[in-house]
């Protein structure tokens, strides 16, 4: 087992859902947690409720500037980050692609692709020069398969399966490991900002259903993190039970 006490875990998109409770199960191994999002207060609050040490980080992750400003600035104490959580992403619609809202692309595009770059590329330079660490990123199934009108959501997550096998062919030899965690359906903030705060919307997708959880999803990652030194996981795939593809689920009646 990797021993994660006193370890230092970025986490992108804490403020939230799997984000969250992925920072809550590492600090319940005694990691430091480097909590990033945009949503500042959400970060405190989580802090405080967390024991142990913690920096709340207000990143935008689209924001190239920004992230290498943010993560070249942390201070001295918190700056060798031993683990990288990529999980800041959203979808954004659900419509058919001729009738696609080009706004809703462009934020999936740039926070679920070219925000986890830019993360990336800011962190893992720092890993190699010191010999190892771990790059962990939240997938999908969407990035797997594609169903109806979500074509450009499961895009993204095709892009960040191929970047997780790239970045870890890149990586061969420094010691740095890179793994994919891909959920099925997890009842979060996820589907609420997918339809724009429509609540009941959101929570039909859901409806019959017993679906995961962001603790579900936290358990995969930190077990993921504290394999032994030898031991590399490529991917974990979870679905919720009553479920066999991104779109095809059983539901009870209500
Ligand atoms: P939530 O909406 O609950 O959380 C999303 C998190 O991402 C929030 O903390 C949000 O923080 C952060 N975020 C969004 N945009 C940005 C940005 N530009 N910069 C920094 N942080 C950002 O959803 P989930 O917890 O469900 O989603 C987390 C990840 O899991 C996503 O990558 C999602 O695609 C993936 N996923 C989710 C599934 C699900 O069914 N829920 C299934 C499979 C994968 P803030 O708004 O404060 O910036
Ligand atoms: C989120 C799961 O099925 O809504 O990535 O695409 S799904």
Redesign the pocket.
């Known amino acids: 087992m990797t021993d994660l006490a006193g370890s230092i875990v970025l986490v992108?998109?804490?403020?939230?859902?799997?984000?969250?409770a992925t920072a809550r199960a590492f600090a319940a191994e005694g990691a430091r947690l480097v909590l990033?999002?945009?949503?500042r207060e959400?970060?405190e609050e989580l802090a405080g409720q967390l024991d142990g040490d913690t920096l709340p980080l207000e990143?935008?992750?689209?924001d190239r500037a920004a992230v290498d400003q943010a993560l070249s600035g942390l201070p001295p104490e918190w700056a060798a980050i031993d683990v990288l959580v990529n999980?800041?992403?959203?979808?954004a619609g659900m419509e058919p692609l001729q009738e696609g809202e080009v706004d809703h692309w462009a934020r999936m595009i740039?926070?679920?692709v070219a925000?986890l770059l830019w993360v990336t590329r800011a962190v893992v330079p720092g890993m190699i020069a010191r010999g190892g660490g771990h790059v962990i990123n939240?997938?999908?199934?969407?990035g797997h398969e594609t169903y109806p009108k979500g074509a450009v959501?499961c895009a993204t997550?095709a892009a960040v399966d191929r970047i997780t096998k790239g970045l870890r062919m890149d990586m061969l030899g420094t010691r740095v490991k890179v793994s994919t965690v891909?959920?099925?359906?997890?009842?979060?903030?996820?589907?609420?900002?997918r339809f724009d705060g429509d609540a009941d919307r959101a929570s039909k997708v859901y409806e019959g259903l017993d679906?995961?959880t962001?603790d579900d999803?936290a358990d995969a990652v930190v077990w993921v993190a504290s394999r032994p030194a030898n031991v590399q996981v490529a991917e974990v795939v979870i679905l919720a039970s009553a479920q066999v593809s991104a779109t095809v689920a059983h539901r009870e009646p209500t």
């Open positions: 992108t998109g804490a403020s939230s859902g799997i984000g969250a990033a999002a945009r949503r959400r970060l990143l935008d992750v689209r999980n800041a992403g959203l979808a740039d926070t679920n925000g939240i997938g999908s199934v969407a959501y997550k891909d959920p099925g359906m997890v009842e979060t903030e996820f589907s609420v900002v679906p995961l962001g999803i």
